[in-house]
Structure formats: C-alpha cells, structure tokens
C-alpha cells in the first residue's frame, strides 16, 4: 500500500488522501502512531479524522486557485480648506490702525480711517485705511457699515468684496445719505471687515432650467 501511495503523494489532491488515509489507518503504518502535518499552523493529528478533511481542503485551495493579488489602496485627496483660515495685515504708513473686533463674539473687524476727509451730504467719498489684507484661499473679506454710523449719522458703505488674490491698499466708500456734510478724522472707525467663506463652482450653461413655484417673480412680487 505504502509503495502504491508513495508515486502518488507528489499530486496535491493525492497528498491529501494519503494523509488522511496515515491518520485513520494505523494499522498499514505501523510505526506511524501520530503523524503531524503543518500547513499555515493547521495540524492533522490522529485519530481527528475531521482535522484531516481541513488539511485536505487547504491543499486543494493552495494548488488550485492563483495567489490573492492584493489592490493598492485608494488615495485619499487632500482637501485643500485650511483648518484655521488666516487674517493677515500689512500696514501701508504710520497713520494706519490694525482691524481690530470690539467684544470676543464680534463678527467683524474694525476698520479705521488713516486721513481726514469730507462726505459731503447726499455724496460720497473714499476714505483710505493704509493697509494691504491677505485672508485664505475659499475666503473673501467684505466691508461692512457699522450700526451707528448708519442709524446716528445716515452713513452707508459701498463695493465692499475683497478678493483673496488682492494686494493693493484698502479703501471704504462712504456714502452720505444726510443732509448734512460729515467729516471723517485718522483713527475713526469708519466700517468693519467680517471675513466669510465661499463657493465658488464651475459655470455651466444650460438651454433650460428647471422649473420652480416661484417661477420669474421678483422685484416685490411676493408682496411688501
């Protein structure tokens, strides 16, 4: 028997019944009263006949299917939105006041006026601030009215986008809506600056758009 089964055993599968066969048969080999065969950590050892099947099963699963090819792991992209946005400020002269906020939950930044000037009433005028902004990426920076200004003396703030990209010296436009003229000194606060996030997506045109309830209605067409 054992020279019948020894040709044989350098087969997979025959291997595998030959173990099985050593394992449930003593009685054939008699010097073989245990035998033990490792394959990934799993033993066939007599008389655990069913140990003996699973080393079959792993033989034939090893010689039979390819080795698992492994995929690469996907790259994660980074996402280019900075955790903390920045607020940088570069003071253009000497008459420049750095933004400040006026309480720790203020939305916005204090700008200050770094010459004197004249609103006159029912105009406008730009006042400089003698400073240059940098803010992050996906940021802009707008110019704002403060409250009092425009409840006490009629003054209203216009064009107020600051772009990320931009560089150059910032000013405010004021515009006077009193009768009255009203004077501007260096070191007034003249408008704030909030910093806010934006999107900005890419443009596609469309022959038609889809249809809503409100449809073209606009211009108070809602009511008062």
Request: aromatic share 6%; proline share 8%; charged share 20%.
């Given at each position: 028997m054992a020279g019948i089964l020894a040709p044989l055993s350098s087969v997979p599968i025959f291997r595998a019944i030959t173990l099985y066969i050593i394992a449930?048969?003593?009685?054939?080999?008699?010097?073989?009263?245990?035998?033990?065969?490792?394959?990934?950590?799993?033993?066939?050892?007599?008389?655990?006949?069913?140990?003996?099947?699973?080393?079959?099963?792993q033989e034939m699963n090893h010689h039979n299917h390819s080795p698992e090819v492994k995929q690469p792991a996907p790259k994660i992209q980074k996402l280019d939105h900075s955790a903390a946005p920045f607020f940088r400020v570069k003071k253009l002269s000497?008459?420049?006041?750095?933004?400040?906020?006026?309480?720790?939950?203020?939305?916005?930044?204090?700008?200050?006026?770094?010459?004197?000037?004249?609103?006159?009433?029912?105009?406008?005028a730009l006042i400089p601030t003698d400073l240059s902004i940098a803010v992050a990426e996906g940021t802009y920076a707008r110019i704002a009215p403060r409250s009092g200004l425009t409840w006490k003396n009629s003054i209203d703030v216009?064009?107020?986008?600051?772009?990320?990209?931009?560089?150059?010296?910032?000013?405010?436009?004021?515009?006077?809506?009193?009768?009255?003229d009203f004077e501007v000194k260096p070191g007034d606060r003249i408008a704030q600056l909030?910093?806010?996030?934006?999107?900005?997506?890419?443009?596609?045109?469309?022959?038609?758009?889809?249809?809503?309830?409100?449809?073209?209605?606009?211009?108070?067409?809602?009511?008062?």
């Amino acid at each position: 028997m054992a020279g019948i089964l020894a040709p044989l055993s350098s087969v997979p599968i025959f291997r595998a019944i030959t173990l099985y066969i050593i394992a449930i048969s003593p009685s054939i080999f008699p010097s073989s009263k245990s035998t033990t065969h490792s394959k990934k950590n799993t033993q066939i050892n007599h008389p655990h006949k069913s140990f003996a099947y699973v080393g079959m099963a792993q033989e034939m699963n090893h010689h039979n299917h390819s080795p698992e090819v492994k995929q690469p792991a996907p790259k994660i992209q980074k996402l280019d939105h900075s955790a903390a946005p920045f607020f940088r400020v570069k003071k253009l002269s000497d008459k420049a006041i750095l933004p400040s906020r006026g309480s720790p939950l203020s939305a916005g930044y204090d700008l200050s006026s770094a010459a004197e000037t004249k609103v006159p009433a029912r105009g406008k005028a730009l006042i400089p601030t003698d400073l240059s902004i940098a803010v992050a990426e996906g940021t802009y920076a707008r110019i704002a009215p403060r409250s009092g200004l425009t409840w006490k003396n009629s003054i209203d703030v216009g064009a107020g986008v600051i772009d990320a990209d931009y560089r150059g010296p910032i000013g405010v436009i004021l515009f006077n809506h009193s009768d009255v003229d009203f004077e501007v000194k260096p070191g007034d606060r003249i408008a704030q600056l909030i910093i806010e996030k934006i999107v900005t997506p890419e443009v596609e045109e469309f022959d038609d758009l889809d249809a809503t309830v409100r449809g073209s209605g606009g211009f108070g067409s809602t009511g008062v």
